[in-house]
């Protein structure tokens, strides 16, 4: 329960699932980012942390399968529901050996883009199809991700796209301070530290703009010491902070004017989803993906390099489209109205998918 998207959606649907059923929470590791309901039996595989190494991996892997299996039984455990890929892997293994259990599993990114290495990607087109057609169904977050799964990596189970919930903020934006002029325009992206999240595309586009910025990037990473590089030698290091980890998000997002989501892939972006529920106008990178489906209703689009396209309910730029997206925030710095009405659109776009809506489809998913 470290503080991923996943991870998120998992602490969300076990607020509803204690109502309905008895939950034991399967954890690899001793890490416990997000609230854990008190009516839940939780049982820690390993006091550790995640191994780096491939051999520790592999271990880790036999060890928690056998401890898995054997919990199963002692348990009687009617349905099995994992989320990532190592976890879904072992649940297809278990489907093998224990006939009456029902396995769900749950792809949170978009295949493709998601292995971190050539060796990763073979086995995933090696396991995959093995492994995730032994389980009864799967559930994604994103029609592509599906097809991809289908298409690439041979997976032929029953699919069902499933939206991330979240839950209804405490605070909404107060659309008079959005439409007020901005001498300081106060910009937030929340995600990991990393190539995929690609912060460095915000900071190559503010290096472009006269106009005053500020920039609040929550989350850490492997790229932390290459984004402080660029922001000093861009000679922004007064104008973007690097806030690191936090758990209160929305305390931060409601501070600001404008969220921006840069990411080269994503599953379904959660922190895009918090951001519109808050009420903030939002730009987005049209990646695979999640941002066409969230801002667009899905209906494709075409961007020309350098611009951007003003969508049904945010802003879309195309990928490491640093001169799109400084183009987006000019003009949604100099329109109020434009501002306003996105922050609107924003709040009445995310009601649908509010935990008491998404929590239907997912109970209905796995009872049926």
């Known amino acids: 329960m470290a503080s991923g ?27 416990k980012h997000f609230r854990i309901p008190k009516e839940v039996k939780t049982v820690t595989f390993s006091n550790g942390t995640p191994k780096v190494s491939s051999f520790r991996r592999i271990l880790d892997f036999i060890l928690f399968t056998y401890m898995y299996n054997r919990l199963l039984h002692k348990n009687k455990i009617e349905y099995g529901i994992s989320f ?33 290495s050539k060796l990763s990607l073979y086995i995933s087109k090696l396991f995959y199809p093995l492994l995730y057609n032994r389980c009864d169904k799967l559930f994604s977050n994103s029609v592509y991700i599906n097809k991809d799964l289908k298409e690439n990596f041979g997976v032929k189970i029953p699919m069902r796209v499933i ?24 910009l937030i992206n929340v995600g990991s530290l990393n190539k995929r999240k690609n912060q460095f595309m915000i900071i190559k586009a503010l290096s472009q703009l ?16 290459s984004l402080e590089k660029l922001i000093l ?11 690191g980890k936090v758990k209160n998000v929305n305390d931060f997002l409601i501070q600001n004017d404008c969220f921006i989501l840069s990411s080269n892939t994503e599953g379904f972006p959660n922190a895009l989803l918090e951001a519109m ?92």
């Open 233 to 243: 030698s861009n000679g922004l290091n007064q104008n973007v902070s690097l806030i």
């Open 210 to 225: 006269e106009a005053k910025y500020k920039l609040a990037i929550l989350g850490d990473g492997e790229a932390k010491s």
């Open 84 to 116: 990532l890929a190592f976890p879904n892997l072992i649940n297809g293994i278990a489907s093998i050996f224990n006939p009456n259990l029902k396995t769900i599993i749950s792809e949170r990114g978009y295949p493709s883009d998601n292995t971190s």
């Open 277 to 368: 529920a808050i009420g903030l106008p939002c730009i987005s990178t049209n990646c695979l993906s999640g941002p066409l489906e969230l801002l667009n209703d899905n209906d494709s689009v075409n961007i020309a390099k350098g611009d951007f396209f003003k969508a049904s309910y945010g802003i879309l730029v195309n990928m490491n489209d640093d001169i799109g997206l400084a183009n987006a925030l000019c003009y949604l710095k100099s329109n109020p109205t434009e501002r306003k009405r996105y922050s609107e659109l924003s709040i009445e776009r995310s009601k649908k998918y509010m935990l008491k809506n998404i929590y239907i489809e997912f109970r209905d998913f796995i009872t049926h």
């Open 163 to 186: 939206y991330n919930p979240i839950q209804s903020p405490r605070d909404t934006i107060d659309s008079r301070n959005i439409i007020e002029d901005k001498e300081i325009f106060n």
């Open 5 to 31: 998207g996943a991870e998120k959606v998992i602490s969300l649907f076990l607020t509803e699932l204690v109502k309905d059923f008895n939950v034991t929470l399967f954890l690899f590791y001793n890490e």
